[in-house]
């Protein structure tokens, strides 16, 4: 019993490990024709933010170099995948990824680790950074519900991929478990909410993916290319 948290601590490093070379297939398009077309740039900050205030979190509490380290390796995944956004991206878009990316992974992140570094101490330190990474994973999770009311509106399953909801219910549910055997709240909450809502995505999956709309999807996926839409295009272009 005793090295049951370090073996679910290393099953969460591979699922999310897998859940941050997920999006692989989507970049390889990009490269491949060279333009990031519709997709977004602002999830991928958003990961690399949350990811750099879990590795920070990893090192100071005591016992958690297991939450480090995979953030850790996902901090490298995803600024590879901005600097791809960076390079591939029209002037547009590439303007708003340099301006996000700097006030929220440079100007925000930076003041927030300074400020803990030399200001807090302690627990109060470990519970400021816990609470900010918290709230953020809360709000990350969160941000599939638009994608949930998209595919009960449309009856279809094209911007929610099942692999994509599967990997949030599995890691949600891991990092779950580790959390209440080794009692962190902070990583329990949010990753709760994770395996809650990757549990929802994948019953509306179930009931719409037959539908006449998802025909095709469907037919796509079983075809290999269920990693080419993991993430949705921007808001603005689902409108349209």
């Known amino acids: 019993m005793e090295n049951l948290p370090f073996i679910i601590g290393i099953i969460?490093?591979?699922?999310?490990?897998?859940?941050?070379?997920?999006?692989?297939?989507?970049?390889r398009r990009i490269v491949k024709s060279r333009s990031t077309e519709d997709f977004d740039s602002l999830p991928y900050i958003c990961t690399l933010l949350n990811s750099s205030l879990w590795t920070y979190y990893g090192i100071i509490k005591p016992g958690s170099y297991l939450v480090s380290t995979v953030n850790g390796f996902?901090?490298?995944?995803?600024?590879?995948?901005?600097?791809?956004?960076?390079?591939?991206?029209?002037?547009?878009?590439?303007?708003?990824?340099?301006?996000?990316?700097?006030?929220?992974?440079?100007?925000?992140?930076?003041?927030?680790?300074?400020?803990?570094?030399?200001?807090?101490?302690?627990e109060m330190k470990i519970n400021v950074i816990g609470f900010l990474s918290?709230?953020?994973?809360?709000?990350?999770?969160?941000?599939?519900?638009?994608?949930?009311?998209?595919?009960?509106?449309?009856k279809s399953?094209?911007?929610?991929?099942?692999?994509?909801?599967?990997?949030?219910?599995?890691?949600?549910?891991?990092?779950?478990?580790?959390?209440?055997?080794?009692?962190?709240?902070?990583?329990?909450v949010p990753n709760g909410m994770g395996w809650?809502?990757?549990a929802v995505q994948l019953v509306i999956y179930a009931i719409y993916r037959n539908s006449d709309s998802s025909k095709q999807i469907v037919q796509d996926l079983e075809g290999g290319d269920q990693t080419e839409c993991l993430l949705p295009p921007s808001s603005s272009s689902i409108q349209e």
Do not use: C
């Open 12 to 27: 969460g490093n591979i699922i999310s490990v897998l859940m941050f070379l997920s999006p692989v297939g989507t970049f």
């Open 74 to 122: 996902g901090v490298i995944v995803e600024t590879i995948y901005i600097a791809l956004f960076l390079q591939f991206a029209h002037q547009k878009m590439r303007n708003k990824t340099a301006i996000l990316a700097g006030v929220l992974n440079v100007g925000f992140l930076a003041t927030t680790l300074l400020l803990a570094q030399f200001l807090l101490h302690g």
């Open 134 to 154: 918290t709230g953020l994973n809360i709000i990350m999770y969160s941000s599939p519900l638009g994608v949930m009311k998209t595919v009960v509106t449309t």
């Open 157 to 188: 399953v094209e911007y929610m991929p099942f692999f994509l909801s599967l990997f949030l219910f599995l890691n949600g549910g891991v990092w779950t478990l580790y959390a209440v055997l080794v009692g962190d709240w902070f990583l329990g």
């Open 196 to 198: 809650f809502l990757g």
